[in-house]
């Protein structure tokens, strides 16, 4: 599952055999990857979006792990645009059914935060080590075209952490405060993650979600987005989703 136009492209160029089915005004492309049988989706922006996106992956079209890339804001002091956050727990920064619950928490499931299983997160951040490493982006590397100085960007830190999501794209100083006070943990916000974490919970089935930080979530986000989006977000998705794939075959 994609979150972006532009991440989706370059896997659907990758997939020899896609062919879409459309249902709820969704197109989900079905074919192969790397010799894995996908499912490929854009989920759209939102928690309700992504979790009817997840939803139907799991009841329509019986996928049997989810894998999200996307972009997202850094929070934590280091998570720079251009790092990627591998999450090892989810939570959603607008979930406040107090006095009812505590703030948070997920009603029904006496939790704050989900957690994908250790392994797949484990897997996925080998990929993302992997896909990102030294020589892939050295000159004659997979990744050796993105051209990181140029969009001033300083080589991928991988991050592994907390992820907080909510139906709002961060954009203050002021609320980065909010969100980490509240949330110290925090490594990146976005609007996807943590929906997809609760369907895949309910369902019993592993993910993993991993996010290339576009932005600082405060005012002065002085990467140019679009640009970002298709240049280096986009890539290392791909990078990150085909090497995790050649993992899981080579661990099978
Ligand atoms: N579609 C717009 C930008 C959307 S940004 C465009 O292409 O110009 C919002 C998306 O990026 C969401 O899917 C969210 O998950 C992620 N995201 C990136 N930075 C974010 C931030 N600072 N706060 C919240 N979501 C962010």
Redesign the pocket.
């Known amino acids: 599952m994609a979150?972006?136009p532009e991440e989706l492209q370059a896997l659907l160029a990758a997939m020899p055999d896609e062919a879409a089915v459309t249902v709820a005004g969704r197109q989900f492309w079905v074919g192969h990857l790397c010799g894995h049988e996908v499912v490929a989706v854009l989920?759209r922006?939102?928690k309700v979006a992504a979790a009817t996106t997840t939803t139907l992956l799991l009841t329509r079209f019986g996928v049997g792990e989810v894998l999200f890339t996307?972009?997202?804001?850094g929070l934590a002091e280091g998570v720079l645009p251009g790092d990627v956050v591998v999450a090892d727990a989810l939570a959603q920064h607008d979930m406040d059914a107090s006095p009812l619950f505590p703030r948070f928490e997920l009603p029904g499931l006496g939790v704050a935060t989900l957690s994908p299983p250790a392994a797949t997160t484990a897997r996925m951040r080998a990929a993302v080590e992997e896909a990102l490493s030294a020589a892939s982006l050295a000159a004659g590397g997979a990744l050796g075209d993105v051209h990181l100085a140029a969009l001033g960007l300083g080589k991928p830190r991988v991050h592994q952490g907390l992820i907080i999501?909510?139906d709002?794209?961060?954009?203050a100083a002021t609320r980065c405060r909010e969100l980490l006070a509240a949330q110290p943990a925090a490594m990146a916000?976005?609007?996807?993650?943590a929906a997809v974490a609760q369907v895949c919970h309910d369902f019993g089935v592993p993910y993993a979600i991993v996010?290339t930080v576009?932005?600082r979530?405060d005012d002065e986000?002085h990467i140019d987005?679009?640009r970002f989006?298709a240049s280096v977000a986009s890539r290392y998705s791909q990078a990150i989703i085909e090497t995790y794939l050649r993992i899981r075959e080579a661990a099978h």
């Open positions: 979150a972006m989920s922006i939102g996307g972009v997202a804001g999501s909510g709002q794209f961060i954009h916000v976005e609007m996807e993650g996010r576009s932005d979530a986000a987005f679009p989006v």
